[in-house]
Structure formats: structure tokens, C-alpha cells
């Protein structure tokens, strides 16, 4: 019963945590670029990766490693993001997504969600949840908080993709990502 309570309690609290928080926007940028499967896949493979190491941490160390540093290297990728979603070339007229070569659709998704939580509020959560709870429960609570917080955003994303203009959605989303790599450099260092 232990594993279920951990499951419910680390869900509900990541879930309502994860609410308007940046990883959304990004899910719902990624939604408007990508195909849903290859968004919701890299969600799940991120969240996953994140949330164990955050059960992990909380369950071995009860520790974080340095807030300040993670806090800025996310900054900064919000700052790569705010780059990305503005630079536009010509063959992005013809409809096709442009992606990294290197890691394709789904990596970019994935690797982009993971800097974007790491040492974020939901992570932290769950490190402090893991200290105290059954940590498969909680492992497993908080990866499908985040995934149902996200595949929302997702949603969303696709539905926005297909009424406004593509241009419009990458100016909205690199004054956002600025503003947020704005605001957790204050947090880092403020």
C-alpha cells in the first residue's frame, strides 16, 4: 500500500507543480513543430530519466547537487531555445520541421526537456518526496504527474499549430523562453 500512496501523492504534487511551468511551453512549442508521438515519447523518456535521478538523489544522498549551476545552465538553454525558435530559413516555407541532424526529432525533445527540469520545482519535489516515501512509488507518481501535465500542454500545442501562424507561435515562444531564462538567472544569482 506504501507504493501507492507514494504513487498518488508524488503524482498529485508534480502534476499541480508542473502547471504553467517552462517545460509546458516547451512541450507546447515541440507540439507545434514536431508529430504528438515523437513530443509525448521524448516527454516520457525525459521525465523518466529525471525523476529517477531525482528518487535517487533523495532516496541515497537526501542532498542536491549545486541549485545555482543547474539553474544556470538552464538559463542559458532558454536563452538557445529563445535563438532557435526565431531562426527560420527558407526551406522552413515548404512545411518540414527542421531538426538536428545528430539527434533527430525525438533527441532534440528529449535533451531539451531534460535541461530545461533539471533542478526545476518538480524535480526538487521529488528528491524531498523520495526522502520519506516508498521511492518506486514516488519514481512512478511523479513521471506520470509531469507526463499529464505535459501531454496537456501538447495538446494544446497541436491545436494552436494549426489556428495561428507559425511565425507568430516562434516570436510568442522566444519572448517567453527569454523571460524564463531571464527569470532563473535571478533565481541562480539573485
Not at 43 to 68: I, K, S
Amino acid at each position: 500500500m506504501e507504493v501507492l500512496a507514494s504513487f498518488g501523492v508524488a503524482a498529485g504534487v508534480v502534476f499541480v507543480a508542473e502547471l504553467g511551468d517552462k517545460s509546458q511551453l516547451l512541450s507546447l512549442w515541440f507540439a507545434t513543430r514536431y508529430r504528438v508521438w515523437t513530443v509525448v515519447a521524448g516527454v516520457v523518456a525525459a521525465t523518466a530519466v529525471l525523476m529517477g535521478v531525482a528518487v535517487l538523489l533523495g532516496a541515497v544522498f537526501g542532498t542536491v547537487l549545486p541549485e545555482r549551476l543547474f539553474l544556470t545552465i538552464a538559463a542559458f538553454a532558454f536563452f538557445a531555445f529563445a535563438a532557435w525558435s526565431l531562426r527560420r530559413d527558407d526551406d522552413d516555407d515548404d512545411g518540414e520541421v527542421r531538426t538536428m541532424p545528430v539527434l533527430g526529432a525525438f533527441g532534440v525533445v528529449t535533451l531539451s526537456f531534460i535541461v530545461s527540469e533539471m533542478g526545476d520545482k518538480t524535480q526538487l519535489a521529488t528528491i524531498t518526496l523520495a526522502g520519506s516515501r516508498d521511492p518506486a512509488g514516488v519514481w512512478l507518481g511523479a513521471t506520470a504527474g509531469m507526463v499529464s501535465a505535459n501531454v496537456i500542454a501538447i495538446v494544446l500545442g497541436k491545436v494552436a499549430g494549426k489556428r495561428l501562424p507559425q511565425r507568430a507561435i516562434s516570436v510568442g515562444a522566444a519572448v517567453l523562453f527569454v523571460g524564463f531564462g531571464l527569470f532563473t538567472l535571478w533565481e541562480a544569482w539573485g
